[in-house]
């Protein structure tokens, strides 16, 4: 039961740091990014592209995975969305744009084998792979019955820690307030003189950072890289999560990523495997009903 | 001269009678000389699948090449086209139909996945095309294609053919193997439930394992979009079981040895179809050594057409073939056989598809999987190699079973 409890709590941290790109991309922008889970998987994909193909140290590796995703954050930015703005094209054109995106990424790196154009991206096609053994640094403990692995434990106090800073940042510092601004009411933060697309801009850096950042660890602690891992393991999840938490709520999504493992957990042990998905979303049609507003978010009002 | 008129008359004659009729052998009265023998592959080169469809379609345009290459079949070019089912069974179909009613394919080949050949075997035999299946392995594959747990529906399919070795032969075989080498008492049973491939795998060796004494504890289902199996995987362990039985395929079957090794377990693995490729040895590294599987083929197999295949396919790709090139390498030159006996029309496509059909039961050819024949099922009765995993991405060989049980 201990190892199951940790695993939850693994899983959940992962569903978490996903989700705050997408909930940090919802508050401000109003729209769903759902070009998040292929930044999930290119995040992994690129960094283990640069640690077994082109001899990079995994730390080095991880950095320039983790900016690689930033960038890709400007791409969302300048070729998904701002042209919609600018055209004040309805926020379905924008979901519908970054489920584009997220295809054309997922089948550029599905493309990649020795001798293609996107082989210096990655060359293993629609196959999954994991870092070799020795690769990434991953000591494993064996303490009272538990099996405590390097690369799961860190993903906790790092899910922390980073949702700390960046609720500090969105709180307390000149950028937060800005990006509060704009969540609020863009016409009038750029009225009060804010570079609101410079602010949208950081949003989705910051988003696919994180988002990239998820896929790194997703990838070193289950040793399963491939172009779908985005797609199959947390786009769906990632969304549930949202809901449970609070539609744009940073504290909302860490809680309800590490609810829905909690929930998968006890539907495992209660009823088995298969029940994982269904009970998970059993609750978030509960919540949905009887809390639409999710855990920490603010009650729908419709602006007249 | 006279005389070397005469005999230049006779040369010319037989150069005219040559171009104008197949070679004796054949039995053939129509011309095959400068015709297209069309074929579609339908492969899963994205998507779960993704693992196995490239293997194939390698070996496919291997054989492809090196037919033409030495002037076709009786003269006739082979042209095949891959095309991705995306690892999806509704694409699968939808390719089937596009291929047999639009592009008017002679016969086709695939898909990759059971859980596709459900959608695609169906079809092909409604519209009465030769489908040959090269990597599909569950239940009811062949000979009756139609049979789903609803219609119960074991009628024969005519047109269904498959060189790819059935689980219900590999997995018993692997079994009795580890058996009667280690004699293991208990055995957990991990299965995705919700793939036809997986599922079938699992109820096959629940099938299988009492025959050989081994009590199976337990037998854990889960999705194969579960993304961490680590639960899974701490639920099996617990129970200290002497094997544990994989029958998932792609990510899959890495991810649970991974874990179980993590998790100080040291028994035996044993698997699938799934576990027959370089890419899953690989990522299952040194967690994956010694997962045993029965295959279809091994590399290093003595068989006389194998050898030149190895070599063949390695000038061409720079690296190893594996089970899913060879049987892609082994199908096109089932096709080409069974369409050099046929006497095709090229004229009249139903007819050609009836008269392909016809000479496939009786092909008989010297291929990298061995002597192959099919069996009145339209299945493959061959040799089965029992192969583990090297931990470096390769395998080693275990056993050979020249007379499979099952």
């Not at chain 2, 394919?105 to 040959?132: F, M, Q, R, Y």
């Not at chain 2, 392909?356 to 039961?361: D, F, H, K, Y």
Request: include cysteine; proline fraction near 4%; glycine fraction near 10%.
């Amino acid at each position: 039961m201990g190892q199951q409890l940790l695993d939850a709590i693994f899983i959940g941290s992962i569903y978490a740091l996903f989700a705050v790109g997408y909930t940090l991309v919802f508050g401000i922008l109003d729209i769903l990014n759902l070009a998040h889970s292929a930044v999930f998987m290119f995040g992994a994909a690129i960094t283990y592209s640069l640690v077994v193909n082109h001899g990079q140290s995994f730390w080095v590796a991880c950095v320039l995975g983790v900016a690689a995703c930033g960038v890709m954050g400007l791409v969302i930015e300048y070729i998904c969305l701002r042209p919609l703005r600018r055209r004040r094209a309805p926020p379905i054109a924008a979901l519908i744009s970054t489920i584009g995106l997220a295809l054309i990424i997922v089948a550029a790196i599905e493309q990649g084998r020795p001798g293609t154009f996107f082989a210096w991206l990655w060359v293993d096609g629609a196959n999954s792979v994991a870092f070799p053994t020795g690769a990434v640094p991953n000591p494993t403990w064996h303490v009272a019955g538990l099996t405590l692995e390097a690369s799961r434990i860190a993903i906790i106090p790092i899910t922390i820690v980073l949702m700390v800073v960046l609720g500090y940042v969105m709180r307390f510092t000149q950028v937060g307030r800005g990006l509060r601004a704009v969540a609020e009411n863009p016409r009038a933060a750029r009225l009060m003189g804010l570079d609101v697309d410079r602010m949208i801009t950081l949003t989705l850096v910051i988003s696919s950072a994180l988002g990239g950042l998820a896929g790194i660890l997703f990838g070193v602690a289950l040793g399963d890289i491939s172009p779908y891992i985005g797609r199959d393991n947390v786009e769906v999840r990632g969304l549930a999560v949202i809901v449970l938490g609070g539609m744009g709520s940073i504290p909302g999504a860490v809680a309800g990523g590490y609810l829905l493992g909690l929930i998968e957990l006890i539907a495992f042990l209660a009823l088995g495997s298969n029940a994982r998905l269904g009970v998970a979303f059993a609750a978030l049609f509960l919540m949905l009903v009887l809390r639409p507003q999710g855990l920490f978010g603010a009650q729908l009002r419709e602006k007249v | 001269m006279k005389g070397v008129r005469l005999v230049s008359f006779l040369a010319a004659a037989i150069v005219v009678a040559s171009c104008g009729s197949p070679p004796t052998s054949s039995g053939n009265t129509n011309t095959y000389s400068g015709k297209v023998i069309k074929l579609g592959a339908i492969l899963s080169i994205t998507g779960a699948g993704g693992v196995y469809g490239p293997q194939s379609r390698d070996g496919m345009n291997l054989a492809v090449k090196q037919i033409n290459a030495a002037g076709g079949v009786l003269g006739a070019t082979i042209t095949l086209t891959i095309n991705d089912d995306a690892s999806l069974k509704a694409t699968a179909a939808q390719l089937t139909q596009t291929l047999i009613q639009s592009e008017q394919d002679l016969a086709l080949l695939g898909p990759t996945l059971s859980n596709s050949a459900v959608g695609a075997h169906p079809l092909a035999e409604s519209l009465k095309t030769p489908i040959l299946a090269v990597s599909t392995t569950g239940i009811h594959i062949v000979p009756d294609c139609n049979w789903s747990a609803a219609t119960q529906d074991s009628t024969p399919c005519k047109y269904v053919f498959r060189d790819s070795l059935g689980e219900q032969t590999a997995i018993p075989n692997n079994i009795q193997s580890y058996a009667n080498d280690a004699h293991p008492a208990t055995g957990v049973l991990l299965v995705a439930s919700d793939d036809k491939f997986s599922s079938d795998g699992g109820q096959i060796v629940q099938d299988t394992v009492g025959k050989y004494g081994i009590n199976l504890l337990k037998v854990i289902k889960f999705s194969k979009a579960q993304p961490d199996l680590s639960g899974e995987v701490t639920q099996a362990v617990q129970l200290k079981p002497d094997v544990i039985f994989i029958t998932s395929l792609g990510g899959i079957p890495a991810k649970i040895m991974t874990e179980a090794r993590k998790q100080n377990w040291t028994g035996q693995f044993l698997g699938g179809n799934g576990f027959n490729t370089a890419t899953v040895s690989a990522q299952a590294g040194a967690a994956g050594m010694g997962a045993r599987s029965a295959s279809a083929w091994y590399l290093g197999n003595t068989f006389p057409s194998n050898a030149e295949f190895v070599s063949a396919y390695r000038t061409e790709y720079n690296k190893d073939p594996d089970q899913f090139a060879a049987q892609g390498y082994a199908a096109i030159n089932i096709l080409a056989d069974a369409a050099k006996r046929a006497n095709l029309t090229f004229t009249d496509l139903a007819g050609d598809r009836d008269k392909l059909r016809a000479t496939m039961e009786t092909v008989n050819i010297q291929t990298p999987l061995g002597p192959f024949q099919f069996t009145p099922q339209h299945d493959v009765k061959q040799t089965v190699w029992v192969i583990a995993m090297d931990g470096k991405g390769g395998f080693t060989l275990v056993h050979k079973i020249t007379t499979p049980t099952a």
